[in-house]
């Protein structure tokens, strides 16, 4: 403070460059997982596209996803939708990338491990991977991420192609973000009555915050929480 009794202006203007640089975050409302077993339940068996949004809400809470790597046109530029190529499966100690027509989709599904390698991804470090067991995943994200590998698979997608995709006609159309809001509020509009959250406390942001508390709660450390968080 000065003698004036106001802050000193090169601190003031010091702290307005912090504020425009670091925004005060946006509380949002916990996701119930029963809202992400509605949305698999009411479109995991209907058209490509239903299921692909289904499948990318199981990803994003597993894999504590941001907006802009589970689904096309978010705001944050500072990631990318993960591609097929960023999946890797382990069996024992071999490792095979999720592209590669070699390995058959009986190997898929009695792989021990399945991770995501960042590549250009927010706060990430290139190369870097984050994955699940099968012995300790949920047995719904292991049956997720196998059946929409598959699809990709059989569909013959390059490596290139986004997780995010479906296919409509003869072309890879990505899944774009509304659309997941929209299976997100639709679920919260069906199920309001079990958990008390409507359609608009949530949002895409909502599946990172319940996860990320479903890991403080089963006791994993803080630090290990805020790597996974990125």
Not at 87 to 116: K, P, Q, W
Not at 118 to 144: P, S, Y
Not at 174 to 179: A, F, G
Not at 199 to 216: E, W
Request: charged share 20%.
């Amino acid at each position: 403070m000065n003698a004036l009794g106001t802050l000193n202006f090169h601190l003031n203007r010091q702290l307005n460059a912090y504020n425009k640089e670091d925004p005060s975050p946006i509380c949002v409302m916990l996701c119930p997982l029963a809202i992400l077993l509605w949305i698999q339940q009411a479109l995991g068996r209907g058209k490509d596209t239903g299921r692909a949004i289904a499948n990318l809400c199981i990803l994003a809470f597993f894999f504590l996803l941001w907006t802009g790597e589970n689904s096309a046109g978010g705001r944050d530029t500072c990631s990318t939708p993960f591609c097929l190529w960023d999946v890797n499966f382990h069996r024992g100690e071999r490792r095979y990338h999720a592209h590669r027509r070699s390995i058959t989709d009986a190997y898929i599904d009695a792989t021990d491990f399945i991770g995501l390698r960042f590549d250009d991804h927010k706060n990430a470090i290139k190369g870097e991977q984050m994955g699940h067991g099968r012995f300790f995943a949920d047995a719904i994200l292991v049956a997720v991420i196998s059946n929409h590998m598959k699809y990709l698979r059989f569909h013959r997608a390059s490596a290139d192609v986004p997780l995010c995709a479906a296919l409509e006609g003869e072309r890879w159309r990505s899944v774009q973000l509304p659309e997941i809001m929209a299976a997100l509020q639709a679920a919260a509009c069906t199920i309001r009555h079990c958990h008390g959250v409507t359609p608009n406390d949530i949002s895409t942001r909502s599946m990172r915050s319940v996860k990320t508390m479903a890991l403080f709660l089963a006791g994993i450390r803080g630090e290990c929480v805020k790597i996974l968080e990125r």
